[in-house]
């Protein structure tokens, strides 16, 4: 055997050919490498592989064979013919070795031909094939079909009939009518393709990444789904409890139940060489977050001559759940459904039985979550930011085939963007909704903020503003509660206000700005004036001074009835907070922040005091460690530094800090 506890876990082994003696196997948990000397993989390349299975062909002979990783059996094949074996382009194990249609498929780019042999086969079979084999980008097998994916088409051979080809003069192949919609690339965005059966359907995993570097921004997964009638890629935003591992330079991809492989469900890990190292991407579909790790570099030298591939572990039978729960269930199994239930359903949980009055809820635990809401989705992602914990909401209101953002937070309610120029209030703690009146344009603002959660009896105001780069003059639309339209203003300033990217404050009756140079800007909703302070002073004096954009974040806080700045560099080397003297309306520098927590987020910002003395003192931001820790990262105020290291974070891009509001008020 490879080793204990190596078959219980998904590892990426890296197969070297003869220059080595050892293989190197890659912990994607944690980094750690294991140099291990696997005897019968000694002077070998793995061409292809399926599951436990690897199809070795020796790079100083004609000799091949396939080798199961876990048991060293080992299955020997006809050699191949070294002028065919040069030509070769892509590989392909189509099932493992027990069953009957075990196929080993070569396509050589020289004349377009197909090689092909079966285990028990005395010698390889050549063929013809009437497609381009230099525009082959990744293959799989699927229901007796090899799926073939080149530049501008999907081609489909009947594998059976590789079988009873004798005669035959070529391979025929069959062209797909329907592609996925994101099949095809697009100007300045590479785009990489794998083919992944999971759980008996076909899916179509694009990653995609700008230019020729290959960092990952996004990412698209579309399902086959064949009727009598039609064949159609169906997009979809979730592969349920399995976990995809795609290998590099789009070879194939595999799909495991998550928690059998000990990684994270509803996950796609790739491997991908960019321009710092090879990187270990996670691209989580239940928040939209991408994270990613560099491999070592003793790991990954002399890489031109070698591969890496996913080892996983063993597949075990699904057990039927347990059908029934008594009574008696114990608390802990109740926590846990009662956190699956929706919260109002939850709440209904504990009037059942006295024994259940006393669940825990989620939402009132904590004073500030992290809101997560995935593209185009009609549900959103809790997370709380001390103990890791998660939970979905769902969001019935909203429209899942549009597109949401997330703007804003304040008293449990969120205003964000459907689509682009519909704005809407919702509560995803009782699932209130408001749409406000449309936009005459898209939305493009640099702040956004409402004075307080709407209700007819409070004067809700939603304010937004924004202004050009040196803030000759500014911008400003509300909507007051009960309106149906908004009211569009503009102001010529008496000094540069740079709108900066970071929302506004509502506080004693007005809407504070925090400017890009550090001074502020004032909105009063009530008579519709805009001014700038004169005091404060600007931090930065002039915009020749202040730094360039992008490459410092600035926040406004309010902490009981006080306002609260931060201005921080990107890479986090500074960090300045300071708190507005009113009695001489000077900005002062603050070294301490006592008990408070910061949560600081350009869309919102919340200042309180810390539940406990170990979260005091310190800066929360919506970056999240990797899969081996559950806490938010921070920036501790005293020692001046930050936990953890930002080569291992993963960073949402559509989240808002929010506190918890279980009240209607709608």
Request: glycine share 6%; aromatic share 12%.
């Amino acid at each position: 055997m490879v080793s204990c506890g190596f078959d219980d876990q998904a590892w990426l082994i890296r197969t070297p050919g003869s220059y080595k003696e050892t293989q190197t196997l890659i912990n994607p948990l944690n980094g750690g490498i294991e140099e291990r000397k696997i005897p019968e993989m000694e002077g070998q390349l793995c061409l292809a592989h399926f599951e436990e299975w690897l199809f070795l062909v020796s790079d100083l002979s004609d000799d091949c064979f396939l080798l199961n990783i876990y048991s060293h059996k080992k299955i020997h094949l006809p050699p191949i013919d070294e002028e065919s074996f040069a030509s070769v382009r892509l590989c392909i194990l189509t099932s493992s070795p027990t069953s009957p249609d075990c196929t080993i498929i070569f396509f050589g780019e020289e004349d377009n031909f197909l090689l092909f042999c079966h285990p028990g086969d005395k010698e390889w079979t050549e063929l013809p094939v009437d497609l381009d084999v230099t525009h082959i980008l990744t293959m799989l097998k699927y229901k007796e079909k090899l799926y073939v994916v080149l530049l501008n088409s999907i081609e489909i051979i009947d594998i059976a009939s590789l079988s009873t080809s004798a005669g035959t003069t070529y391979v025929k192949t069959i062209s797909m009518d329907n592609k996925p919609d994101h099949y095809f690339p697009f100007f300045g965005i590479g785009r990489l393709g794998h083919l992944v059966e999971s759980c008996g359907d076909l899916f179509f995993v694009r990653t995609c990444f700008p230019g020729t570097t290959k960092t990952v921004i996004d990412l698209d997964i579309s399902k086959l789904e064949i009727t009598e009638t039609e064949t159609n890629w169906v997009r979809v935003e979730s592969i349920g409890d399995c976990a995809f591992f795609l290998d590099q330079h789009g070879k194939g991809g595999q799909s495991f139940r998550a928690k059998d492989a000990q990684m994270d469900r509803n996950c796609v890990y790739q491997l991908l060489s960019c321009y710092d190292g090879t990187r270990l991407y996670k691209i989580c579909l239940n928040n939209q977050t991408i994270s990613f790790k560099l491999l070592p570099e003793e790991a990954i030298q002399d890489q031109y001559y070698c591969s890496f591939t996913w080892l996983l572990p063993l597949r075990r039978p699904v057990l039927k759940p347990e059908i029934g729960i008594s009574f008696e269930t114990n608390a802990c199994s109740i926590e846990l459904i009662s956190e699956k239930l929706p919260l109002k359903d939850s709440g209904r949980l504990r009037a059942v039985c006295k024994l259940w009055t006393n669940l825990s809820n989620p939402i009132k635990e904590e004073l500030v979550w992290l809101m997560y809401c995935p593209k185009k989705s009609g549900t959103c992602q809790m997370y709380n930011p001390f103990k890791g914990k998660q939970f979905k909401l769902n969001l019935k209101n909203l429209n899942s085939d549009e597109s949401i953002h997330l703007l804003f937070s304040k008293d449990g309610w969120v205003l964000a963007l459907q689509g682009y120029d519909q704005l809407c209030l919702l509560n995803p703690f009782t699932n209130d909704f408001h749409h406000l009146p449309m936009l005459e344009d898209c939305y493009c603002y640099g702040g956004i903020a409402m004075s307080c959660a709407p209700n007819s009896l409070s004067n809700c105001v939603v304010f937004a503003l924004v202004g050009p780069l040196r803030g000759e003059y500014t911008t400003i639309i509300t909507w007051h509660y009960g309106q149906d339209e908004w009211c569009h203003m503009e102001f010529d300033n008496n000094c540069p206000f740079p709108v900066a990217n970071n929302n506004p404050v509502f506080i004693d009756g007005e809407f504070y700005c925090l400017g890009r140079l550090g001074n502020l800007g004032v909105f009063n909703p009530e008579n519709n004036t805009w001014r700038i302070l004169d005091k404060p002073s600007p931090i930065y004096l002039d915009l020749d001074q202040a730094p360039e954009i992008a490459s410092e974040y600035c926040y406004l806080l309010e902490c009981n009835g006080d306002l609260i700045s931060v201005f921080r560099a990107v890479n986090l080397d500074y960090v300045r907070v300071y708190k507005l003297d009113r009695s001489k309306m000077s900005w002062t520098r603050l070294e301490d922040l006592g008990d408070l927590t910061l949560f600081l987020d350009f869309r919102t910002s919340i200042a309180r005091s810390a539940p406990c003395k170990s979260y005091s003192n310190k800066l929360y931001l919506p970056r999240l460690h990797d899969e081996t820790s559950t806490a938010t990262f921070y920036y501790n105020m005293k020692t001046r530094m930050h936990n953890p290291d930002f080569k291992c974070l993963k960073e949402p891009y559509n989240c808002v800090w929010l506190e918890p509001n279980l009240c209607s008020h709608i």
